[in-house]
């Protein structure tokens, strides 16, 4: 017998009264509790920017409020149209995005941004429906109802991570929500609670609900407008639920990150990967190290390693080749951490050499030599990653 999404619904909420009256309740506490200062929120005004909607959409994807804030208003002020933003060059993109992460989101944007200018040129108009949306780079399910919801003003409804747990918690669903058949499910639901007219405030609704009381730890259920019928309130069960498979480890990588220090300033290099890591800021130079570790190493390990590294010349770096050349071998870190990225953890060990304006000529004909982009600078202001930032900081704290 197939099951359709109507029995599905029956089955979740067998009392019809609390279907109908969960979005009415969520709105409510939303009109009370919820957030409505922030910048890209648009429900308390007669219309909407769409194209900040998305931006600040793809800003949140991963990262907390607090962090997007300032990102958002700087991003911005510097491409305040999607045309600006479509007419740009990663290089000139990549800093306003710095510090912020998961920068595929950055290039996806960009991206999509000159996909919509050349639908705004055949449309005259922005995209308006789901479909529309999702046929934009880095734009899927779930945030393209959201823009459309709340920056259209038409009926979109989200199902991303926080209203999936809000909505497992509510109905005590214990299937693994990875699984696609949980996914559709989830999906039906969020599809039904979602109210025809208010569906843009009712998104933002369930983004606080689900990120300020139905948190992942610790879920503050007394403060709930629907935990009278939460199944997993019920049942103690809050800390259980959403079931959601372990994604596998990641790998671990390990890089000697080389700090040259000469009268206040260091060596930094304008990385120009085509859109690889870190692409388009200014970082210190990286030297691969071959390790297959699953932690940082100790002192011992990390002479060993880097020790191979440096007087292994494979020529396919050349840069690295040049500094293993013009630099004495260095085998204790100043500064350590590890940095966890979307797909791998990378541990990372400073080595600090200062060095004399003899080294600096060298070291400058050699860079200009390979056309590579550098400067010699404070790292104050430079468009660079958090963790070179880190590093820096770490070294600079222990010397002052």
């Not at 922005?126 to 259209?152: H, L, N």
């Amino acid at each position: 017998m197939t099951t359709t999404k109507s029995d599905e619904l029956m089955a979740a909420y067998p009392a019809i009264d609390d279907l109908t009256s969960f979005g009415a309740r969520v709105l409510e506490w939303f009109e009370r509790e919820g957030r409505h200062d922030l910048p890209w929120q648009y429900h308390q005004h007669s219309s909407a920017d769409i194209y900040a909607v998305w931006l600040s959409e793809i800003m949140l994807q991963q990262t907390q409020v607090a962090t997007v804030l300032g990102y958002y208003e700087r991003f911005l002020q510097r491409f305040g149209t999607v045309e600006a933003l479509a007419s740009a060059d990663w290089q000139e993109i990549a800093p306003y995005w710095a510090g912020l992460g998961y920068y595929a989101r950055a290039r996806n944007l960009h991206a999509g941004a000159k996909q919509v200018v050349a639908f705004i040129h055949q449309n005259h108009r922005f995209p308006q429906t789901v479909d529309e949306w999702q046929a934009i780079k880095g734009v899927g399910r779930s945030t393209a109802g959201a823009i459309v919801a709340m920056g259209v003003r038409g009926f979109g409804v989200i199902c991303d991570g926080n209203v999936k747990r809000v909505l497992a918690r509510h109905r005590g669903i214990t299937d693994d929500i990875t699984k696609s058949a949980t996914d559709a499910k989830l999906w039906t639901l969020a599809t039904a609670l979602t109210p025809r007219d208010h569906s843009g405030k009712y998104a933002q609704a369930m983004m606080d609900l689900g990120a300020t009381i139905c948190t992942r730890t610790k879920p503050k259920c007394e403060r709930c407008p629907v935990s009278k019928d939460c199944i997993a309130h019920k049942h103690g069960s809050q800390h259980l639920l959403p079931i959601k498979k372990k994604a596998a480890p990641k790998p671990h990588r390990h890089s000697a990150v080389i700090r040259v220090h000469h009268q206040g300033q260091d060596l930094w290099i304008h990385r120009q990967n085509g859109g690889g890591i870190w692409d388009g800021l200014w970082c210190l130079p990286l030297l691969p190290l071959a390790s297959d570790a699953k932690s940082g190493l100790d002192a011992q390990a990390f002479k060993e390693t880097v020790m191979r590294a440096w007087q292994t010349d494979d020529g396919e770096d050349l840069m690295v080749s040049g500094f293993t050349e013009l630099l004495p071998l260095m085998t204790t870190p100043t500064a350590s951490l590890r940095h966890t990225l979307t797909h791998f953890h990378w541990h990372l060990y400073l080595l600090t050499w200062v060095v004399d304006e003899t080294s600096v000529q060298n070291i400058n004909q050699m860079l200009d030599a390979m056309g590579v982009e550098y400067q010699w600078h404070t790292g104050t202001d430079l468009a660079k990653p958090v963790a070179m930032t880190k590093l820096v900081t770490k070294t600079n704290s222990r010397s002052d």
